[in-house]
């Protein structure tokens, strides 16, 4: 009988400049060094059974972030929790650990939006920025360019808001749709406001589930 | 000081897998830099992503933070976009523990396996804000040291480099470090007379090199009273531990698996082979001792993949009981074992397809030469009928991809030993094409032979680079059509190796020059700066690289002895101009000079026959 465990984790420090698929590999090592009955797919290159919910651009923080580990015998996941715990880089740390229904689709496709807060350096006044964000959400399209693909952004985006301001820096809040084939960027948002030539640091504060509706 | 996280951000998402330049690895080890006297920095001058592959620095890094008062963190080369976004941003070269700039430790100590790393020595110190030259640093600077197998050769860098360690290092750094701590306030000069006396050390200020009319080494004589000569390479009579708790990046590296070093040193003596002369004499570790450390680096890293590290997995003596325990142990928990440079024989098929447990990616073989005469010059005999029908096995049991490994340029080469690589090659497509029809595939890599220190090649000259493009394209011509595919090494950039290997001391000042102009990662092709490099060394090119060197030249190396006697070497050089080769010195020994110099320390973990009369 096999489990399917549900981790709730966030990421933070020098493990962000890891990408998605390193970090699978670091989450993959981790559960192997804890002693953990990992589930793998059958053939001659055998796949772990880790899904995580949403890839994490390099570089970004994430508060909320979640995985599904397959296990080959159930195990509690207090005790699961403990055993990876001290397994995990600096920088990876599990907010809570439960098991999830098997029958459930795949996490990826739970996922339908992400929350990210954004902290970017500008000499800018908070109210041009204001003004810059209003513009956006009342435009009926963003057509864009990213690895010589054309998009358009404004569907991709549900929020946008002007969170607060520091010496220098204003911080803002946005809510970006993360479906398979139809997920925004944040750093996509920031460069249509013109904020993206100073430095910023992005936060995934968190991600909506098909389950909890919008 | 220690440089804010947040300082670096600003130049990480700048910068191409910002990953490289934030450490974090699990088993990384943070001492507490306060009261923890005694700092080295363990500096590898590649990408990270080949030095934490490397297992030379891995070991140094285990056995110096297991010592009272002694704390060892990293640092690699900075790809040049980083290296830029930290020139950019007045920020100092820092290590990766704990992002302190190099210039706070005490010791520095650089991993030099190849010589084309030259000027990211001089890059690193540079970007660590250090005076390049020896001679202009003080006793408040850093002690730059150095190893690897470059460095049985250290003079193209004795310039840049405060002490040499010739040798294997698990031991001699202990001795290093202790003499450091005796002598850490005195002048530089103090400082490095004491390390100096340490055995295996070599303090390149200390010894004063004269030349001939003719550009040749006169003589080479210590300028202190009591200081040894020639240095000695540093052995390990038996194998230390193996270090388990290994680094597991997080990020993808090239070789990213666990590594056990099963053997060190090699009985073959292919006469090319640097490393077959410079790691004598051949140690084996116990095979319970391997199983062990397997077992603790599986615990310890999570790694899925594990590689028994040696110069010829096959000669292991115990390498089939080995694999046989570890399919047994490992096999249902999915563990790859790898087992590089597998002789062209049918026992190491057998092996190969024990560790493979079905899946078949690429086999690799190493033939060099593609005449049985040719393989006699260089020693490494390997019957033609043999290498095919071994070959032939490989495909059938199911592998569709072959990789070859040849040279050209080997000294006594003819035109038809060329052809016959061809024709060598077109023989394993057809093997292949019995057994798998058009998915067959031939990788054949060909490299120009470099002659090297320390080997009984040193005498030869290396091929003019018409003749390596000649040679190439004749290659190229006569294997034609599909199933084969086929590389070369730049002619340039192996000019350049062959210089700096057999280099002098003056030529530190066209490494200089070559980095003054921008010359950087010079090993990778396409960082390779061409112009830099020939404004820098074209006029010594032919001097250093393409000379045949009379018997009695004095080399600039010739004060390092690694063991193996220059008698002995010209003897086999002999042998190899007469086609003679020399068999296994396990089937009876050779008198290289290690059992001479050596001999008293042997144990029974030495693959060395008792030493005959005439040896003795």
């Given amino acids: ?214 | 000081m220690i440089i804010p996280f947040e300082q670096l951000q600003r130049l990480l998402l700048r910068v191409e897998r910002p990953g490289r330049y934030v450490g974090g690895e699990v088993n990384a080890v943070r001492k507490p830099w306060d009261i923890t006297p005694t700092r080295v920095c363990l500096a590898f001058p590649d990408v990270y992503d080949l030095g934490m592959s490397n297992l030379g620095l891995m070991v140094l890094y285990d056995i110096l933070n297991r010592l009272d008062g002694v704390l060892a963190e990293r640092t690699y080369a900075p790809w040049p976009d980083m290296a830029a976004a930290l020139r950019g941003s007045g920020l100092p070269l820092y290590s990766l523990e704990t992002y302190r700039p190099l210039a706070e430790f005490d010791i520095i100590g650089f991993s030099l396996p190849y010589e084309t790393l030259y000027t990211n020595l001089l890059e690193m110190l540079d970007l660590a804000g250090l005076p390049l030259l020896s001679a202009d640093r003080k006793s408040h600077h850093p002690l730059v040291i150095a190893g690897g197998h470059a460095t049985f050769n250290p003079e193209p860098v004795a310039d840049f480099v405060d002490a040499f360690v010739i040798g294997e290092g698990e031991e001699v750094i202990v001795e290093i470090v202790r003499a450091f701590e005796r002598v850490r306030d005195q002048s530089r000069e103090a400082q490095l007379l004491a390390l100096a006396q340490v055995p295996g050390v070599y303090v390149p200020r200390f010894y004063d090199v004269t030349y001939h009319a003719d550009g040749t080494v006169a003589e080479v004589t210590p300028n202190r009273p009591g200081l040894p000569f020639p240095i000695r390479r540093r052995i390990v009579t038996r194998l230390p531990p193996p270090p388990t708790r290994l680094l597991v990046p997080n990020i993808a590296i090239t070789h990213d698996r666990g590594t056990v070093e099963i053997q060190r040193g090699c009985t073959r003596g292919c006469r090319f082979c640097h490393a077959g002369f410079v790691t004598r004499p051949l140690r084996e570790r116990p095979l319970e001792e391997v199983l062990v450390a397997v077992d603790d680096i599986l615990a310890a890293t999570g790694y899925e993949e594990v590689a028994l590290l040696s110069l010829s997995s096959a000669d292991y003596s115990q390498i089939g009981p080995l694999v046989e325990r570890l399919m047994e142990r490992y096999g249902e928990r999915r563990l790859s074992v790898s087992l590089p440079s597998l002789r062209l024989e049918s026992f190491s098929v057998g092996l190969a397809d024990a560790v493979s447990r079905g899946r078949r990616t690429g086999f690799t073989f190493a033939p060099e030469a593609g005449t049985e005469r040719l393989r006699a010059v260089i020693n490494k005999a390997i019957p033609a009928g043999q290498l095919l029908e071994v070959v032939g096995e490989v495909f059938r049991r199911g592998w569709r991809t072959v990789k070859l490994y040849f040279m050209i340029g080997l000294p006594g080469e003819e035109p038809e030993d060329v052809r016959a690589i061809a024709d060598l090659v077109q023989a394993v497509r057809a093997e292949g094409r019995r057994a798998h029809g058009r998915q067959a595939q031939v990788n054949v890599t060909v490299s120009t032979f470099i002659p090297k220190p320390h080997t009984p090649f040193q005498w030869a000259a290396l091929i003019s680079p018409e003749e390596m493009r000649s040679r190439q394209r004749l290659l190229r011509e006569s294997l034609r059509g599909g199933g084969v595919k086929l590389s070369w090494s730049d002619a340039r950039l192996t000019q350049l190796e062959a210089a700096l290997s057999r280099g002098d001391r003056r030529l530190g000042a066209a490494i200089h020059r070559a980095w003054t102009l921008g010359a950087r990662f010079d090993s990778w092709d396409e960082q390779f700066d061409e112009e830099a490099w020939a404004a820098a060394i074209a006029p010594t090119i032919a001097f250093y690289a393409h000379r045949e060197r009379a018997r009695e030249e004095r080399f600039p190396w010739d004060h390092i002895n690694t063991g193996v006697h220059r008698s002995y070497l010209w003897q086999q050089w002999e042998m190899s101009r007469q086609g003679h080769a020399q068999p296994d010195c396990r089937t009876g020994c050779t008198g290289c000079g290690i059992l001479a110099e050596f001999g008293a320390q042997q144990n029974e973990e030495w693959v060395c026959p008792a030493p005959s009369k005439e040896h003795g």
Avoid: K, N
């Avoid at chain 1, 966030?10 to 192997?32: F, N, T």
């Avoid at chain 1, 290159?45 to 890839?55: C, E, K, L, N, S």
């Avoid at chain 1, 970004?60 to 005790?79: C, F, I, K, N, Y």
């Fill in chain 1, 1 to 214: 009988m096999s489990q399917r465990l549900r981790l709730l984790y966030a990421v933070d420090g020098p493990i962000r400049y890891a990408s998605h698929l390193d970090q699978m590999r670091i989450w993959e090592r981790a559960v192997r060094r804890a002693g953990l009955p990992l589930v793998y797919s059958a053939g001659f290159t055998p796949h772990p059974q880790i899904h995580v919910a949403a890839a994490l651009p390099v570089g970004v923080a994430g508060r909320a972030e979640w995985l599904d580990l397959w296990l080959e015998q159930p195990v509690d996941p207090t005790v699961a929790r403990a055993a990876l715990s001290p397994q995990l880089p600096a920088g990876l740390t599990i907010r809570d650990a439960f098991p999830a229904d098997p029958a459930e689709p795949a996490l990826p496709a739970q996922v339908r939006a992400a929350e990210y807060h954004v902290s970017v350096e500008t000499t800018e006044p908070v109210a041009e920025v204001r003004r810059r964000v209003e513009s956006l959400l009342a435009a009926e399209s963003l057509p864009r360019q990213r690895r010589g693909r054309s998009y358009d952004l404004r569907p991709l985006l549900q929020r946008l808001w002007v969170e607060g301001e520091g010496e220098g820096t204003v911080r803002l809040g946005m809510v970006l749709s993360a479906r398979e084939g139809a997920t925004g960027r944040p750093d996509e948002v920031l460069d249509a406001l013109g904020l993206a030539g100073g430095f910023f640091q992005i936060e995934r504060r968190a991600l909506r589930l098909a389950a909890e509706g919008r």
